[in-house]
């Protein structure tokens, strides 16, 4: 059975920092491309950061230089490490593999494969606050 189980969230000061986990159960993590989801309140599902299978990275511009997506393949987890958390950085993030679209209307929290192959957690909040 695939799962896929975010935890880290948490509520932090403006400036702050925060590490989320995403353990993986069903397949390797360094077998398909991850990404982390933020969907913040009254906006779209956006994608923040993926890994390819090689381990390439990649960061949309509004958190490049404050998050760094890693992997433990031995844990079988990913992580997000963010730094300098912005008050706009509040919403819930979620973990993904697979068909990783860079905006959803919505994050379809613990999808598994149907139109598109795509799997999803059941996200963890994060709220920055002044």
């Known amino acids: 059975e695939v799962r896929l189980a975010e935890s880290g969230g948490g509520s932090v000061q403006v400036g702050g920092s925060l590490t989320l986990s995403c353990t993986v159960s069903?397949?390797?993590?360094?077998?398909?491309?991850m990404g982390w989801y933020l969907q913040a309140p009254g906006l779209t599902c956006e994608l923040l950061t993926k890994?390819?299978?090689?381990?390439?990275?990649g960061y949309a511009d509004s958190v490049k230089g404050r998050f760094t997506f890693s992997r433990d393949n031995a844990k079988n987890t990913v992580y997000l490490q963010m730094n300098s958390l912005k008050l706009e950085d509040t919403g819930v993030y979620y973990c993904?593999?697979?068909?990783?679209?860079?905006?959803?209307?919505?994050?379809?929290?613990?999808?598994?494969?149907?139109?598109?192959?795509?799997?999803w957690g059941q996200g963890t909040q994060v709220t920055v606050s002044s």
């Open positions: 993904a593999a697979d068909d990783l679209s860079p905006r959803l209307r919505g994050c379809p929290r613990g999808k598994l494969p149907g139109a598109d192959s795509s799997y």
């Open positions: 069903g397949f390797a993590v360094d077998a398909r491309d």
């Open positions: 890994m390819e299978r090689n381990g390439r990275t």
